[in-house]
Nanobody, 122 residues
Framework: VQLVESGGGLVQAGGSLRLSCAAT????????MGWYRQAPGKQRELVAA???????NYVDSVKGRFTISRDNAKNTMYLQMNSLKPEDTAVYYC?????????????????WGQGTQVTVSS
């Protein structure tokens, strides 16, 4: 199982970016998925999470600006980021709870993407 992120880049403050996270490989099913970010010198933090049924939650600093969504048929998750601020600059990682077909007996395991850089200039 692999998670592949895309969509990061450099944007001016007030701009928008859309991140994607595609889960591929021997996937039986996915459960909760989420976006995390880590800025230089800071701990990784949860930005937004979404259940398989579509329930969402966000860190306070992004509420009203970011929207998380997913397409279960494609095993893909998205993060629409609007009104970006310089303090949103970080490496963004996706995480998914996945049952691997080759390891069904182990239940759900967490998988992480490689990270994508988001830089917001002032």
């Amino acid at each position: 199982v692999q998670l592949v992120e895309s969509g990061g880049g450099l944007v001016q403050a007030g701009g928008s970016l859309r991140l994607s996270c595609a889960a591929t490989g021997s996937i039986f099913t996915t459960n909760g998925m989420g976006w995390y970010r880590q800025a230089p010198g800071k701990q990784r933090e949860l930005v937004a999470a979404i259940t398989r049924g579509g329930s969402t939650n966000y860190v306070d600093s992004v509420k009203g600006r970011f929207t998380i969504s997913r397409d279960n048929a494609k095993n893909t998750m998205y993060l629409q980021m609007n009104s970006l601020k310089p303090e949103d600059t970080a490496v963004y990682y996706c995480k998914a709870e996945v049952i691997d077909i080759t390891r069904i007996g182990t239940g759900y395991n967490d998988y992480w993407g490689q990270g994508t850089q988001v830089t917001v200039s002032s």
